[in-house]
């Protein structure tokens, strides 16, 4: 919701190697600190299977980031007292970093690729391993096969589609791709991209049913065949992944509201906005997909910016993404001087057929009355200084919605300026629990945190605050239970992780108990709103009807420290610690991005393009996000 600030700290961070530390280092940590700097521009995706080794609980991993052409070492200690880790590098050097009780920290090596290395690793506990591998960046190149599949107003299907294939180009060396289609006019086709650089230019407008086969070759030695038919749908034979833009500023939105013409009451009417922005979705129990966006009738601006004229608007799907309902507003103020913005979506599973739909949106009552424009000193309802978190709810799948509930009395503390609901999604932990991310400012910082509900909704109370010197989060639940954030830095740079519990008591692992501090997750951002979710189909629930846990996630954001660009989707199996899959879902400029697993078993991104760029749903299966396939 809120660009970066200049003047805002970085995230509460411990003192360690390859991190920024707010006290003096020492020359050793700074030499770390060195290696982590030149590092921290580029995301870790790596593009062989990880080195790992592992003693008794504590552990180590290996893995390769090919954006900069470096190797990452994880220290995990899931332990339940601190310890120091001994890395020996022979001929480079040896590090000592602490890491406190169930926490883990990460140490970069910059080098060319093709370079050797061999870690050996050792702690008081008795780990005592070697992680050794090679560095190679050489082959760090893709080549994707997508389509757009947009509708008629009808619903049908056109009769062609734009066949697309996305060249990436994450090694060290500029790389000339040739990719030639037996049989077809004008093949083969050659680009030329720059190191890290990508090209979504090739495409095709082809028949339905097209079959199509691509061979697409370097001379650095990579080489990919993908072939099927240019068929909308994720089945086998097809190119995997779907794309369509829900919302542009061409988009009628059915439900607008605008002052009548006798200046004194308001209408509802079907018109276009300016903006359209800040997507959510979430998937109901019974598989309906619902996504969410700002509809900036006036102009490009936050919450209390401009007009404050923002409005929430929806798009509903029951055929897994295919198809979708008109664009209707569900979430209006009374007046356009108010607005309702910023939406985030979360079920309760465990509440009926459906589950119930919590929509949260964050509510400003007059223009200059935004989260940076927000006064402390009163949590109350009607409060007209402050913004508001408010929510209403649905268990028809989102076809009709309660009134707005107003949680601010409930959650804010009077010492808070502004506050807002994290855009995109909340979650059901596998206790039953409803967890919803917000942001607060206090004391001239901001802080992200947690509200959360243990009875269905009836209550909510705001948990400790996660890190400071951040913005919007998203909150995940690993295989083991133990719960972490994942953090919008508002330094840029890559992406924070906190964890729940590591402050507290033993066993004390959820939203409501202490965070430990906050560390550098090594995953590249630019200081944008990403998301990270657990590969969690819907049905996917216990015998309460709570989602289960599982080890393996999604992450998506923008594979850029220095623009929303490169919207990419990366898959781990072990519970983050490694990212070993990535796929580009969208070249070039892409913005905020929130995910969900359909009932298929597929999974969603819908991004936005800039202000006005539109907000465009792709499905895509896991093959697929793998390059499996």
Known sequence: MTERSPHLRPPRRKERPARTAHRKASPQRLLLLLVAVLAALVAPLATAAPGSAATGTQSAVGSQDCNSSRIRLE?????????????????YGS???????GDRTDLFFTKTSGTAYSFHITTPQGLDTTVAGTLDCGTALGAQVSLDCPRNTDGSQPATHVLRMTLVNHSAAAQVFTVAWPGRSGSAWTRTLAAGASDATLLWTVPNGTPYSFTTTTASGFSRTESGAATCGLAAGTPGMNAQTLFS??????????????GSTYETYTGTAASVRIPAMAVTNSGTVLAM???????????GGGTNNIQTVMRRSTDGGATWSTPKVVLHAPTTSEGYGDASLLVDRTAGPHGTVYLFDNYSPAPGVGYYGSAAGSNSATDTTAMHIRYITSTDDGLTWSAPVDLNPQVKSVSWAGMFASSGH???????RLVQPIVYREGGADHAADIYSDDHGATWHAGPAAATGVNESKVIQRGDGKVVQNLRSNSGGNRWYATAGDASPAGATDVASDFGPAWNSGLVDPGCNADEISYLKPTQVGSTGAPLTTPVTLASNNASASSRSELTVRVSQDDGASWPYQALVKSGDAGYSTLAVLGSGAAADLYEIGDTGG????????DWAKQDH
């Open 75 to 91: 220290l995990l200690n899931p332990t339940t007292s601190a310890t120091t880790f001994t890395v020996t590098w022979s001929g």
């Open 615 to 622: 907000i465009v749903y792709s499905d895509f299966t896991l």
């Open 293 to 303: 966006a700002d509809a900036r009738v006036d102009g490009n601006s936050d919450l």
């Open 426 to 432: 909340g979650i059901q932990l596998a206790s039953g």
């Open 249 to 262: 500023t061409t988009t009628p939105i059915e439900g607008l509201n605008r002052q009548s013409a006798d």
């Open 95 to 101: 590090w000592t970093p602490s890491v406190a009780a």
